[in-house]
Nanobody, 122 residues
Framework: VQLQASGGGQVQTGGSLRLSCAAS????????MGWFRQASGKEREFVAT????????YYADSVNGRFTISRDNAKRMVWLQMHALKAEDTAVYYC????????????????WGQGTLVTVSS
């Protein structure tokens, strides 16, 4: 099983980034996919999730309206489009897979990627 996250980098406040996550080694279409983030010194927190079909998405209040999660089951890919980035969005972003569901709870997720760092500066 592998979840390879990419697309992080440094961006100015108000800018945009698109994170990608490539999945392999499991039945991707059976899994809800989520993005979580962990800022320095803080716990890992939920950002967004999408159901196995892509039909439903859920967001943390802090990113709702600014971030969009999407997936392509044929390509085994998940994306997180981020707009209007703020300094408080600075964190390592992780993609994760949850068998059958798409919840906000990190302990429900079965597989995790290695993370990609997003730094938002003024």
């Amino acid at each position: 099983v592998q979840l390879q996250a990419s697309g992080g980098g440094q961006v100015q406040t108000g800018g945009s980034l698109r994170l990608s996550c490539a999945a392999s080694g499991f039945d991707f279409g059976d899994y809800g996919m989520g993005w979580f983030r962990q800022a320095s010194g803080k716990e890992r927190e939920f950002v967004a999730t999408v159901t196995w079909s892509g039909g439903s998405t859920y967001y943390a209040d802090s990113v709702n309206g600014r971030f969009t999660i999407s997936r392509d089951n044929a390509k085994r890919m998940v994306w997180l489009q981020m707009h209007a980035l703020k300094a408080e969005d600075t964190a390592v972003y992780y993609c994760a897979a949850e068998n059958g569901l798409a919840t906000r709870h990190k302990y429900n997720y079965d597989y995790w990627g290695q993370g990609t760092l997003v730094t938002v500066s003024s």
